[in-house]
Nanobody, 123 residues
Framework: QVQLVESGGGLVQAGGSLRLSCVAS????????MGWFRQAPGKEREFVVA????????YYASSAKGRFTISRDNAKNTVYLQMNSLRPEDTAVYYC????????????????WGQGTQVTVSS
């Protein structure tokens, strides 16, 4: 059974930082592109960032460029999201997801999802 378990969310002031982690089990982690999505109240789930199976390629939404960094450790079956210079508009539930297709942006390209972790940025 595939499981993706996120952690690291919380409450932070604007301008602060958080590091999210996602540990995967039940799948060949190094064969999957890994992504982070987020969903704010009343809004659709949106793509934030993704990283290829090897880590050689990364893909960022415009809102994340320059502030967020994705990385992965295939030996630990873990993907990370370092978020700096956080803004109130970054407040959302952040979801980790695994894509076997290797296409990073579309929600439907992802086969497995975590349960999400709440990130709240206060002004």
């Amino acid at each position: 059974q595939v499981q993706l378990v996120e952690s690291g969310g919380g409450l932070v002031q604007a301008g602060g930082s958080l590091r999210l982690s996602c540990v995967a089990s039940g799948l060949t982690f190094s064969s999957y592109l890994m992504g982070w999505f987020r969903q704010a109240p009343g809004k659709e789930r949106e793509f934030v960032v993704a990283i290829s199976w090897s880590g050689a390629s990364t893909y960022y939404a415009s809102s994340a460029k320059g502030r967020f960094t994705i990385s992965r450790d295939n030996a630990k079956n873990t993907v990370y999201l370092q978020m700096n210079s956080l803004r109130p508009e970054d407040t959302a539930v952040y979801y980790c997801a695994a894509s076997g297709s290797g296409y990073p942006h579309g929600i439907n390209e992802y086969d497995h999802w975590g349960q999400g972790t709440q990130v709240t940025v206060s002004s």
